[in-house]
């Protein structure tokens, strides 16, 4: 079966830090982009970060760029979102996410990707 499994989301106070881990099981992802995207209640699911299947490329949103930095592992078949100086509306349920045919850039857009983990908890206190 294939999954995504994301871990490390918790409870932190503005300006700390979380790192999310993404692991893929069930076949290897290490040839297609990897990502993350974000959902706050009531409001729509949004792109956060995306890394090519190399590693080389990655692309944020702006509210996060010089904040968050995305990288991967191909050979334990894994994503990270480190997170630093977070904010109170950084909070929302994080998603990892996985395309076999796209590229880091249209892996932005969430109807491209292929596979979707069951999302980790992010709540950033003031």
């Known amino acids: 079966q294939v999954q995504l499994v994301e871990s490390g989301g918790g409870l932190v106070q503005a300006g700390g830090s979380l790192r999310l881990s993404c692991a893929g099981t069930?076949?290897?992802?290490?040839?297609?982009?990897m990502g993350w995207f974000r959902q706050a209640p009531g409001k729509a699911r949004e792109f956060v970060a995306t890394i090519s299947g190399g590693g080389t490329r990655t692309y944020y949103v702006d509210s996060v760029k010089d904040r968050f930095t995305i990288s991967r592992d191909n050979a334990k078949n894994t994503v990270y979102l480190q997170m630093n100086s977070l904010k109170p509306e950084d909070t929302a349920v994080y998603y990892c996410a996985a395309s076999l045919r796209y590229s880091g850039s249209q892996l932005a857009r969430a109807e491209n990707a292929d596979y979707w983990g069951q999302g980790t908890q992010v709540t950033v206190s003031s």
């Open positions: 069930g076949r290897t992802f290490s040839t297609g982009a």
